[in-house]
C-alpha cells in the first residue's frame, strides 16, 4: 500500500512537473499543440519511462497535459508546496532563453520580446546600443529580489519587469 501511494506521488509530482514546464516552454508557440518531447530533455523523456508509450499514448498524455495544465495551473503555483519549490529554484538559477529576432539594444523605455513567450519591460533607466540577431539572454533576480535580463553576448544587464 505505501508503494502505490509513493508511486502515486511519483507520478503527480512528474505530471506535475510537466505542466509546470508547459507554462515555461520556450519552445511552443501559439500555433503548435503542446508536446512533452519538447517540454523534456531527451534524458528527462527517458527517465520517466515515456518512450515506451505508443503515439496515441503519447498524444493521450499531451491532449491531458493541456487540460490539466489549462484547469489547475494557476492553482498549483499557488498552493502546492512542490510546484511552489520548483518555481523557487527556477526564480535562483534564472532562466536562459533569446530575444525574438533582431536586437537593437536598450534606450530607457524597451519591450523585450523572448522566444520562450515571455514579454518583459525595461524597469531601470540606460542606454544600450548593440545590434544581434536573436542573441542569448539570462534572467535571473538580483540580490534585491529584482528581476535583471542580461544579453550575455554584451555581457550586460538591464533591469526588467514582465508583462507577457
Known amino acids: 500500500m505505501v508503494s502505490m501511494s509513493f508511486s502515486r506521488t511519483c507520478k ?10 508547459l507554462l515555461l516552454a520556450s519552445t511552443l508557440t501559439a500555433e503548435e499543440p503542446p508536446d512533452v518531447r519538447a517540454l523534456m530533455t531527451a534524458d528527462e523523456f527517458k527517465a520517466a519511462g515515456l518512450e515506451r508509450l ?3 499514448e503519447l498524444e493521450a498524455l499531451n491532449r ?6 489549462a484547469r489547475q495551473a494557476s492553482e498549483l503555483r499557488q ?4 510546484v511552489s519549490e520548483e518555481i523557487r529554484k ?12 533582431e536586437f537593437h539594444g536598450w534606450d530607457g523605455d524597451t519591450i523585450f520580446r523572448l522566444e ?10 540606460g542606454n ?8 542569448e539572454v539570462e534572467l535571473s533576480k ?7 535580463l542580461r544579453v550575455l553576448e554584451a555581457d550586460r544587464a538591464v533591469g526588467v519587469t514582465r508583462i507577457d
Open 12 to 21: 503527480l509530482a512528474v505530471y506535475t512537473s510537466l505542466a509546470f514546464g
Open 54 to 56: 505508443s503515439p496515441s
Open 64 to 69: 491531458w497535459l493541456l487540460r490539466h495544465t
Open 79 to 82: 498552493h502546492n508546496e512542490l
Open 90 to 101: 527556477v526564480e535562483q538559477e534564472g532562466v536562459r532563453t533569446r530575444i525574438a529576432g
Open 116 to 125: 520562450n513567450g515571455q514579454v518583459w519591460k525595461q524597469r531601470l533607466p
Open 128 to 135: 544600450l546600443h548593440y545590434r544581434a540577431s536573436a542573441p
Open 142 to 148: 538580483n540580490f534585491m529580489g529584482y528581476w535583471m
